[in-house]
């Protein structure tokens, strides 16, 4: 549901929110990251140009998960010592929200889970189960916040190094532990071909058909 437009407080540019549980943005035009405070927007900080990369998904891409369909309306990328990855913040058209995690090649859907005992720490192989479904820590990554773009459902942005615990389960479900926080975050999904997505409105680059 798209939210009253406000003005950025460092150039004066409109901002439009699509999403009404959106609390970061991005101005598109002197790149001030704003944070939502009641009606007002504050600015908090000042990102760089953006890195390069490859990935044809863009603000604005729609596509298909399940019974619903999304639109992207934000972005966090991260550096890792493979290259980067990008986790795209998408809102479904029931409002509820999500991510769709885009590293190389690979993609997956999933959302927050709360209400789950979450380890301090992982190591590669160690098993857990959540909502009735085993996982195991299949790799722990360090990687370093490279970037954010449009909207993001927290205040989210001159991150460091941070580090994040994937893992598998027997079927394609798929999950994140995401230690950038205290306590850390737990994103439950599923992997995802890039097909059946039905993406529409991708960025088009050389290199890509």
Not at 104 to 109: C, K, N, R, T
Request: glycine share 8%; charged share 20%.
């Amino acid at each position: 549901m798209t939210q009253p437009p406000a003005n950025c407080p460092n150039c004066g540019a409109a901002i439009t929110f699509r999403w009404s549980g959106s609390v970061q943005t991005v101005c598109e035009y002197c790149k001030s990251v704003l944070v939502r405070t009641d009606l007002d927007l504050e600015k908090i900080g000042q990102i760089a140009a953006f890195p390069s990369n490859n990935s044809p998904i863009q603000i604005g891409t729609e596509g298909v998960y399940g019974k619903h369909t999304f639109v992207v309306i934000g972005r966090i990328m991260y550096e890792y010592d493979q290259g980067n990855w990008n986790e795209w913040h998408v809102v479904m058209n029931d409002s509820t929200s999500g991510w769709l995690s885009d590293a190389q090649l690979e993609y997956a859907v999933s959302f927050a889970a709360t209400g789950q005992a979450l380890p301090e720490s992982c190591k590669v192989g160690q098993q857990y189960r959540w909502n009735g479904q085993d996982y195991t820590v299949s790799s722990v990554t360090k990687a370093h916040y490279s970037g954010i773009e449009g909207e993001l459902p927290f205040k989210y942005w001159d991150k460091s190094d941070v580090l994040f615990a994937d893992l598998r389960s027997h079927s394609n479900r798929f999950g994140t532990v995401d230690y950038s926080e205290q306590p850390p975050l737990l994103f439950l999904g599923e992997l995802v071909d890039f097909e059946g997505l039905k993406l529409t409105n991708l960025r088009t680059f050389e290199g890509w058909s």
